[in-house]
């Protein structure tokens, strides 16, 4: 592994939660609603549309998540009930193998299907969000799915593919995607980066929330503060440490 490749690697892997009495993900002091559905919704506005010209679907991160809620199990029972209820779609993101995207189906959906019009791909594309929202809870898709079950073509497999919906995994499958989040990822990378490098460049590699989300930022970081502030948090990059000043983001050194 080259030491770009390391570097990525390094930067994006979600830390194992630790044994211990410091709390992780503990980012709920008032700024953070109670249930899932409201944290996905919550967490969506913090999203950039307008970054985008509001071409993408408001992506969440699975993680961001941990960073309200502690108990893992019950955030990811009760994101597995609203992908089983056709309400929530999962992403693997490409980056990391833990990085996971959480996107509302309406606004998927809203979204690709704005970006197919006046295209010849169109038709394919909607006859695969109906199998898609039917509701479907793949996260990738093989090739005798896509033939025997949905009844696409190898033709209109390539269709789905060149619009977005679909990127492949390997000879054979395909990863259920994004159309246009190459972006995204890209602002992502580099706004996670910086912020940790704040976070790192503290005195003694610590700083109060409070203080990070009213820090001027560089031209790196294209995202909310906050946004990167519950991905850092949630990936356990960062310790989460209640004080009397308020919480305390504490630098994790790998």
Same mark, same amino acid.
């Given at each position: 592994?080259? /030491?770009k490749? $390391?570097?990525i690697?390094?930067?994006?892997k979600?830390k194992?939660?630790?044994?211990?009495t410091?709390? *992780?993900?503990?980012? %709920?002091?008032?700024?953070?609603? @109670?249930?899932?559905r409201s944290t996905?919704e919550? =967490?969506?506005t913090?999203?950039p549309?307008k970054?985008?010209n509001?071409?993408l679907?408001?992506?969440?991160?699975?993680?961001?998540?941990?960073?309200i809620?502690?108990?893992? @199990?019950?955030?990811?029972k009760?994101?597995?009930?609203l992908?089983?209820?056709?309400?929530? +779609?999962?992403?693997? =993101?490409?980056?990391?193998?833990? $990085?996971?995207g959480?996107?509302?189906?309406?606004?998927?959906k809203s979204k !690709?299907?704005?970006?197919e019009?006046? /295209?010849? &791909?169109?038709? @394919?594309?909607?006859?695969? =969000?109906?199998?898609?929202? %039917?509701?479907?809870?793949e996260? #990738?898709?093989?090739k005798?799915?896509m +033939?025997k079950?949905?009844?696409?073509?190898? #033709?209109e497999?390539t269709?789905? !593919?060149?619009?977005?919906? =679909?990127t492949?995994?390997?000879?054979?499958?395909?990863?259920l995607s994004i159309?246009? #989040?190459g972006?995204?990822?890209?602002? *992502?990378i580099?706004?996670r980066?910086a912020?940790?490098?704040? !976070?790192?460049?503290s005195?003694?590699s610590?700083?109060?929330?409070?203080?990070l989300e009213? /820090? /001027? &930022? @560089?031209?790196?970081?294209?995202f909310?503060?906050?946004?990167?502030?519950?991905?850092?948090?949630?990936?356990?990059?960062?310790? %989460?440490?209640p &004080? &009397?000043?308020?919480?305390?983001?504490r630098?994790?050194?790998s």
């Amino acid at each position: 592994m080259n /030491r770009k490749r $390391a570097l990525i690697s390094d930067t994006f892997k979600v830390k194992k939660r630790r044994n211990g009495t410091q709390k *992780f993900g503990a980012v %709920s002091d008032g700024d953070g609603p @109670t249930d899932i559905r409201s944290t996905l919704e919550y =967490l969506a506005t913090l999203f950039p549309r307008k970054l985008f010209n509001d071409s993408l679907p408001q992506i969440v991160l699975k993680h961001q998540l941990y960073s309200i809620h502690d108990d893992k @199990t019950l955030v990811d029972k009760e994101l597995n009930k609203l992908r089983e209820q056709g309400e929530l +779609l999962m992403f693997q =993101l490409g980056f990391d193998a833990d $990085a996971f995207g959480l996107v509302f189906a309406a606004d998927y959906k809203s979204k !690709v299907l704005a970006g197919e019009d006046g /295209r010849a &791909t169109r038709a @394919t594309v909607e006859r695969f =969000l109906a199998k898609l929202l %039917s509701p479907c809870t793949e996260l #990738s898709f093989s090739k005798d799915k896509m +033939l025997k079950e949905f009844l696409f073509t190898d #033709s209109e497999i390539t269709q789905l !593919v060149k619009s977005g919906v =679909l990127t492949v995994r390997d000879a054979g499958s395909w990863w259920l995607s994004i159309p246009n #989040s190459g972006k995204f990822t890209k602002y *992502f990378i580099q706004g996670r980066k910086a912020v940790l490098g704040m !976070v790192k460049k503290s005195k003694y590699s610590e700083v109060l929330k409070a203080e990070l989300e009213e /820090r /001027r &930022t @560089t031209s790196h970081v294209k995202f909310h503060m906050k946004y990167h502030i519950h991905d850092i948090v949630g990936a356990e990059l960062v310790e %989460s440490i209640p &004080t &009397t000043s308020g919480t305390l983001l504490r630098f994790v050194d790998s």
